[in-house]
């Protein structure tokens, strides 16, 4: 208990100190308007990917952070797999938080994530 009274207070300055820094980049901001994108979030996409003008397109982004399956071609076939481990591992990590977060909070969202959820068990439930 004694550590996490000193602990407490820390949590609270750094807590503090990210949501300071996130309100100072026009950026941020704007993600943060975003259901599931809080001051983190912003932050380390910003941080991470940097301006929007240095990907053309939302699929080279998406490709960057590892958020796109793999691909297997063979006889004619195109077969995708799980998503590539590349980018980075935090970005990563909180984009899928925050996609969560705005299912859970959005009925719009919530309702494209069922029916994703519910393809992707029947596409297992068939192997």
Request: charged share 25%; hydrophobic share 35%; glycine share 8%.
């Amino acid at each position: 208990m004694e550590l996490l009274d000193q602990l407490d207070p820390k949590i609270a300055e750094l807590t503090a100190a990210v949501e300071q820094e996130a309100h100072k980049q026009p950026e941020v901001l704007l993600l943060m308007t975003h259901p599931g994108v809080g001051p983190i979030t912003g932050l380390v996409y910003v941080l991470v990917i940097g301006t929007p003008e240095r990907f053309p397109c939302g699929k080279q982004i998406g490709s960057y952070t590892g958020r796109i399956s793999s691909e297997d071609p063979s006889a004619g076939r195109q077969r995708l797999g799980h998503i590539r481990k590349q980018g980075n591992a935090l970005l990563r990590y909180l984009l899928v938080e925050a996609s969560q977060a705005a299912a859970r909070c959005n009925p719009d969202w919530r309702r494209r994530y069922v029916h994703l959820a519910m393809r992707r068990q029947k596409m297992t439930n068939r192997w």
